[in-house]
């Protein structure tokens, strides 16, 4: 498994971000890192998402910092030019994973189906993410779709919280969890930055509860 990988792993939960504003990805930055979950995937679904990975990479050294939300080669450019160390998409789109791969970053495509997960197998990859995971079934689905496919393991998002993490956590299916309840988009734009921080301290002291108790 690729150094990334081993991250995702380590971490456990991966905070998913939106960032309206620049200015807001290092102050943001800091507070995943001492809160305890030193991950952000910045989601290109606003146009600071370039500026605001960039800036987290110069200025929090510890943070792992890469792009979500990711549609296009050229999005992957944009991504890889700010600096990002990972990708992730919300669908698997063959250009696109080959795209990274031959690039060299790694990537998580969205899965939904056994197809998306075997075409990603075929690509080469042993993790994907599962998308919208609650909508879709949750771990149960996870659980039937991984079954044929023992040598993939899943990074779920889509309706995880601190309410229904820890199932998730806990089985050896998942290889991480991803969400944003821990840095709502309201928050970022309040400011509340030590909010944020006591939510992913929570976060990060279930997942630790978790790996403690098996
Ligand atoms: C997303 O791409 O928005 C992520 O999957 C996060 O989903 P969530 O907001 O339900 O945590």
């Known amino acids: 498994m690729n150094e990334v990988l081993k991250r995702f792993e380590e971490i456990g939960i991966i905070p998913v971000v939106v960032l309206d504003d620049a200015k807001d990805a290092v ?3 800091k507070a995943l890192v001492n809160g305890g979950l030193p991950a952000a995937e910045v989601t290109f679904r606003t146009a ?3 500026e605001s990975i960039a800036a987290m990479r110069k200025e929090c050294p510890e943070l792992l910092v890469g792009a979500g939300t990711v549609l ?3 999005m992957v450019d944009d ?3 700010a600096g990002a160390q990972f990708i992730v998409s919300p669908g698997f789109d063959k250009e696109v994973t080959e795209y990274c791969i ?5 990537v998580t495509p969205g899965c939904a189906t056994p197809a998306d997960v075997q075409a990603c197998y075929r690509l080469g990859l042993n993790v994907v993410k599962f998308f919208p995971a609650e909508p879709y079934g949750g771990l149960k689905t996870i659980k039937a779709i991984a079954a044929p496919y023992n040598m993939m393991k899943f990074m779920p998002t ?3 919280s601190e ?10 299916v998942i290889l991480c969890i991803g969400g944003s309840w821990m840095v709502k ?3 970022i734009t309040n400011g509340e930055f030590d909010k944020i921080e006591e939510l992913c301290r929570k976060a990060a002291t279930k997942r630790d509860e978790v790996r403690k108790n098996g």
């Not at 031959?102 to 790694?106: L, Y």
């Not at 309410?163 to 050896?172: A, G, S, V």
Request: aromatic share 4%; hydrophobic share 35%.
């Open 27 to 29: 102050p943001l930055g």
């Open 72 to 74: 296009t080669p050229a």
């Open 48 to 50: 600071a998402a370039k």
């Open 185 to 187: 988009k309201d928050m």
């Open 158 to 160: 889509g309706g995880i």
């Open 163 to 172: 309410k229904n993490m820890e199932d998730y956590l806990k089985d050896d």
């Open 102 to 106: 031959e690039k060299g970053i790694p």
């Open 79 to 81: 991504a890889i030019e």
